[in-house]
């Protein structure tokens, strides 16, 4: 188990597999900062003392160059976080790093790199499998597919919350294999 102190991660999607995983990030040592427009998720992330932002933007301004996870279960959603004033994409630094840990369908998965390019950002697809009890012992599978580069630059973060992690390729193979 290595430490995360002194790395900053941002953290959007806080259900039932997405709240363990950003614990076990913060038990790490991780500087976690996250926002919800849930309220109630709001309080939660607070008992884990979890720095909130009011907005994605917010959240993408922190980080600065580094790495934001998503878990989000609907593309619906990862537009919503993503896009307008208050947007992922209005704040995003220059090589900040989107980790996409939910179920989008490979052909937005595409869209959303290619906007996340456009705004200077990176882009992994990196769909998490299994249960709450899996996220809270660090057992979920990954499936990634983006740039090698950018999947070794996430690989040590991904090995805190996961056992079994593939590479598999460009942007579209992670979801395609998380489909099969």
Same mark, same amino acid.
């Given at each position: 188990?290595?430490s995360?102190?002194g ?6 999607g806080?259900g ?8 076990r990030?913060?038990?790490r040592?991780a500087?976690?900062?996250a ?5 109630a ?16 933007a917010?959240?993408a ?7 934001i996870f998503?878990m ?11 896009e307008?004033?208050?947007?992922l994409?209005?704040?995003l630094?220059?090589?900040a790093?989107?980790i996409? +840990? ?35 012992e660090?057992r +979920? ?13 996430a690989?040590?973060?991904?090995q ?10 460009k ?6 294999e998380?489909?099969g």
């Amino acid at each position: 188990m290595a430490s995360l102190t002194g790395v900053s991660v941002g953290f959007l999607g806080l259900g039932d597999v997405g709240r363990p995983v950003l614990r076990r990030l913060k038990a790490r040592g991780a500087e976690v900062y996250a926002t919800s427009r849930s309220p109630a998720l709001r309080y939660k992330m607070a008992r884990d003392a979890v720095n909130i932002c009011n907005t994605p933007a917010e959240v993408a301004a922190h980080i600065g160059s580094g790495i934001i996870f998503m878990m989000l279960s609907q593309d619906t959603l990862i537009n919503a976080f993503m896009e307008g004033d208050d947007g992922l994409l209005a704040s995003l630094s220059p090589g900040a790093l989107i980790i996409d +840990l939910g179920p989008t369908s490979p052909e937005m998965a595409r869209k959303f790199s290619q906007l996340v390019r456009k705004g200077g950002g990176r882009w992994l697809e990196a769909p998490a499998l299994g249960s709450e009890q899996a996220a809270a012992e660090g057992r +979920l599978t990954i499936h990634a597919g983006g740039e090698r580069e950018d999947f070794d630059r996430a690989l040590p973060l991904l090995q805190e919350i996961a056992r079994d992690i593939d590479y598999l390729g460009k942007i579209g193979a992670g979801q395609s294999e998380k489909a099969g």
